[in-house]
């Protein structure tokens, strides 16, 4: 579908007149190459209707915005501009989210309606629906309705986006530009059951999977990503600079099994980051390391099936990156074994975030260590987020150091974060905002 090509850049309107005992108009638009195109408007009953919409088509005309084909519908535009501008300028999820919106509550409200003919009650319309459905789902309708009508905007097939007419209301009073994101903290781990999760874990496939989320709040696709090359084995360090997903435009040259498996870029600018790794984590991947060389040393030369050398952590015997779905059964069958409330996996990020902010650690620099692109909570405004992460991570060990591995049956102790340590955040925090 092309929306631009070969654009008149003249016309003539002429007077109303009778057609087939009704009333119409005929223009002429006039191409560049000097071809003419004779377009009519008929079948008004009325003189005065003739004339309002010959008045339309003149403006429209001389805005550059008249449509030619003026049946194309709402459905049949969102689908193509899902392939010719979604797929290509955002990333994978994005188009895949944005998709499912357009067949799951766009299309089937108003999705069969002109889009010239679009007006503001088919947008309340198709954003209650979803607002029934669930109740976040609201915003993210509205956003590919913005989004995509902007797009028709900037082709000429709309004069304006009625749908940024359309303002979504939750009823708080206290707007800002900073989100908060909120936590559930009834679909959380405390720390003694992360504890005890890793504690579990140690002898599976996926204990970097629960020590990265539950000690440093990564994301799944990030933690998939980690190379040993990305660690600071001096600083005890490790950088956050890539993920492990699908990346839509390279499907046809990917194979099946890799799909999930390629490397594409994180989520936002601010999820990169370097991150000091907590001293059990660190332990941990130090003898990960020395089996991973033992596997590609034996392996290396094998014919059959060679040893794949990605540097991956998180990797099978022959170095081979897991799926997107590896950990699910891994992890629901741990929850069950330590006799853990039946969380999603992305709630161990949401446990580290709860604990930090529990042990009165800045909201701020908690932000940052997840990667946020705005904070949690606007508390203050610092000057050095590096400073902040390097201070929170190194003091994760504090925290961690209370809840040492080990076969010790005992109970252990609700955890006070020493007053030492909170004094020396505070005046840290103090120190960057003078």
């Not at 956003?143 to 082709?155: C, E, K, Q």
Request: glycine letters at 4%; one cysteine or more.
């Amino acid at each position: 579908m092309e929306y631009n090509k070969d654009r008149y850049i003249d016309f003539k309107v002429f007077n109303i007149m009778k057609i087939k005992n009704k009333y119409g108009f005929r223009f002429v638009l006039i191409y560049s190459n000097g071809e003419q195109s004779t377009k009519q408007k008929s079948g008004f009953k009325t003189i005065k209707e003739a004339e309002a919409t010959r008045n339309k088509v003149i403006t429209d005309l001389n805005n550059g915005f008249f449509l030619e084909d003026n049946s194309l519908t709402y459905i049949s535009f969102l689908n193509d501009w899902l392939e010719k501008d979604i797929k290509l300028r955002t990333a994978s999820n994005t188009y895949i989210t944005f998709k499912n919106i357009v067949q799951k509550y766009i299309g089937p409200t108003i999705g069969n309606i002109r889009l010239q003919e679009i007006e503001r009650n088919h947008i309340v319309k198709v954003v209650n629906y979803a607002s029934g459905k669930y109740k976040s789902m609201s915003k993210m309708v509205k956003t590919v309705l913005d989004i995509s009508l902007d797009y028709a905007v900037s082709n000429q097939l709309l004069t304006i986006n009625i749908s940024r007419n359309v303002i979504i209301t939750n009823g708080n009073k206290n707007k800002g530009k900073v989100k908060t994101r909120n936590i559930d903290i009834t679909k959380t781990l405390t720390l003694d059951q992360i504890k005890l999760l890793i504690k579990n874990s140690m002898e599976t496939p996926i204990k970097f999977y629960i020590m990265f989320s539950g000690l440093m709040g990564l994301r799944i696709s990030e933690i998939r990503g980690l190379k040993y090359s990305d660690i600071n084995y001096q600083n005890r360090t490790i950088k956050i600079q890539r993920q492990l997903g699908r990346d839509i435009k390279n499907d046809e040259n990917i194979n099946v099994g890799k799909v999930t498996k390629q490397e594409i870029p994180l989520k936002t600018f601010s999820s990169q980051r370097e991150l000091i790794i907590p001293d059990i984590l660190f332990e941990e991947i130090l003898k990960e390391r020395r089996k991973y060389e033992k596997n590609r040393s034996r392996r290396i030369n094998d014919k059959h099936n060679p040893f794949y050398d990605g540097d991956f952590i998180c990797s099978s015997t022959y170095g081979n990156p897991r799926s997107s779905t590896f950990h699910y059964k891994y992890f629901k069958d741990l929850l069950v074994l330590s006799n853990l409330p039946n969380i999603r996996f992305h709630d161990l990020r949401a446990s580290y975030t709860t604990i930090l902010i529990k042990n009165k650690f800045s909201p701020k620099a908690v932000s940052k260590m997840l990667g946020h692109a705005t904070e949690i909570i606007s508390i203050d405004h610092y000057t050095d987020s590096k400073e902040l992460i390097k201070a929170v991570g190194k003091d994760i060990n504090f925290i961690v150091d209370k809840y040492t591995l080990n076969n010790n049956e005992k109970e252990i102790e609700e955890i006070h974060v020493d007053k030492n340590v909170i004094n020396a955040i505070v005046n840290m925090e103090l120190n960057l905002l003078k």
